[in-house]
């Protein structure tokens, strides 16, 4: 019998036992590529037979192991924001503040590193999640953008930057170099990383003269 | 002999060459009428570069060898611009020149950059490619560094994580540019990356 598909989704659950065995499907899969397992090799039977469900009550949460790395992608970017919004809300951010939530930010990005790669590399072969993925940022860029032009409105950011433009930029500085640099795990190099990063947003957006 | 030898290698790089420029406007031209590098065959390629099998294999091994022959050259020759355009002490109008200049010769080599910056991770493709900003990246990190010994960047920045972090974020910027992207949006993407890497170096002036 072929299940009946389940839309991707995160959210909609019905009942807590849903969704915790939800979360349970995420954290299986989560563990197992950040142990340095290879997404390809992962098989929906694995996941079942260690979660204790049937193949069927799997397809009832996720349509595929695809969906279960993008629902699980859409959580990790949504904790990043999370944390970014620590940033964005606080109209009166000062550098050291932006450091703490930046290096926060690099921390949370590097734990998760493999999930973000596993899904960079599952958009080569996918045009519906990476269209998912490029609304996902395209959404982070928006919400950088307002509030850049609130910045602007308050004084606190120049008022002669293109908030948009500048907004895309920085969110691949943010996406892009953050992915890029935090293959290098140490503590030390997380450091530089969001020492950098600071001192790129601040100095953008921020600083005087 | 050893002459001969050295006229032979010479030849052969100079006609090397000479394929890659074909092959740069055959996979743009293809990328245009919506053949993606990614699903172009060899054969397609070497028929819309009118080049002959035998001669394409005796340069290139495969298609990800072309590729990676391509996204090199024409990184080489971004970096070679913005390293001509900017001498040390360059003003903020010579920054914003140097970016016109990178924009322009991307937007020619849009389809070949794309495939190669998209590859998937992992792949050797994807590792070339990193590579390749990472070249990028120690060349402008070292221009960083003259410039904060001779005091014009303030040296409480690291100047190799701040050049791969600057570069990696042009690289996002410039594959964002479409093919069919207005004059006023290259410019508006000229304008905006001189502010975010003049404001990191030199400061808001």
Known sequence: ?209 | MATRTRDTAALRTRRKAELLGKFLHAVERLDLQGVGFGEASVETLIGEAGVSRATFYSYFRDKNDLLRELAESSLTEMLDLWLENLPGGASKQQLSAAFDLIIAAYLSRRAVMVAAGESPPGSEMAREFEALIVRSADAFARQIRTAQAEGRVPTDIDARTTALLLSWMCERGLARLTPDSSPDQRDMLAACLTEVYWRTLRGKA
């Open chain 1, 1 to 209: 019998m072929t299940p009946e598909p389940v839309p991707r989704r995160e959210i909609g659950r019905r009942t807590r036992r849903r969704d915790d065995m939800r979360d349970e499907l995420l954290a299986l899969m989560g563990n197992f590529l950040e142990s340095g397992g290879d997404f390809s090799d992962l098989t929906v039977e694995q996941l079942t037979r260690e979660a204790g469900i049937s193949r069927t009550q799997f397809y009832v949460y996720f349509e595929d192991k695809g969906d279960l790395l993008h629902s699980l992608y859409l959580r990790t970017v949504a904790d990043s924001v999370g944390t970014i919004d620590e940033w964005w809300n606080d109209s009166d951010i000062d550098r050291a503040r932006l450091r703490r939530v930046i290096g926060r930010f690099v921390r949370e990005r590097a734990r998760h590193i493999m999930v973000v790669r596993a899904v960079n590399d599952s958009v080569a072969s996918d045009a519906v999640a990476r269209r998912a993925i490029e609304s996902v940022r395209q959404r982070m860029s928006d919400r950088f953008t307002s509030v850049i032009e609130a910045g602007q409105q308050s004084g606190a950011v120049d008022s002669s930057l293109d908030a948009p433009g500048t907004a895309s930029l920085l969110e691949g500085l943010l996406v892009r170099g953050v992915e890029q640099l935090v293959v290098d795990s140490r503590p030390a190099h997380l450091r530089k990383v969001a020492d950098s990063m600071t001192a790129i947003l601040w100095r953008t957006l921020y600083a005087e003269a």
